[in-house]
């Protein structure tokens, strides 16, 4: 059995789309083709059936990050703002194609049936649910985020001053023992 030192490379990951400078590292450059890769998806998608839900309509940080096998932790602003920042603007912009695609669906003049209204109508709560849900998961987040470190600070400083208090108490203690044993010798 031959052993190469070509069978223990990484392949080159390819990329369709120029990579931008900025993406420097191989988990940046997977997602980075994972972004643009569903973008592309999305907006083919987007050309043929309006009807989709809005979580269907945009990408996910989240989808991103599986399709590319890395945790979702890793698309966060703090690690990767860039990657999240494209993510945005992807968002925005199939979010304006939307508008753009949809408002040129014109109706042709007839009544919608009633069957045809009822679904319509649970598609728009269904839509209006994620996006209520989006909102709170945000805010959630943020609230997290903003909250925790003022937390881990002042348990910092409860800690500190309970480690002050446990040392004086401890010197009070030893002082009594001694006091205890001369005592206990002059008796």
Request: glycine share 4%.
């Amino acid at each position: 059995m031959v052993i190469r030192i070509s069978d223990f490379r990484k392949p080159i990951i390819a990329s369709a789309q120029p990579l931008p400078t900025w993406v420097e590292t191989p988990t940046q450059i997977a997602l980075f083709n994972a972004m643009i890769k569903s973008y592309d998806e999305i907006q083919s998608a987007l050309s043929g059936d309006l009807t989709q839900a809005i979580r269907d309509r945009q990408i996910s940080a989240r989808q991103v990050a599986r399709l590319c096998n890395v945790s979702p932790s890793t698309l966060t602003v703090r690690r990767q703002p860039k990657l999240v920042a494209l993510l945005g603007e992807l968002n925005t912009n199939l979010g304006e194609l939307f508008k753009s695609l949809n408002s040129k669906k014109g109706t042709s003049g007839r009544k919608l049936t009633k069957q045809e209204l009822i679904k319509e109508n649970h598609r728009l709560k269904n839509e209006n649910e994620t996006l209520r849900n989006l909102a709170l998961t945000e805010g959630v987040l943020c609230w997290i985020n903003h909250s925790l470190p003022n937390v881990t600070r002042q348990n910092a400083i409860t800690i500190a001053k309970l480690k002050e208090e446990i040392m004086h108490k401890d010197e009070v203690i030893s002082n009594q023992a001694e006091q205890n044993r001369k005592f206990i010798e002059s008796l």
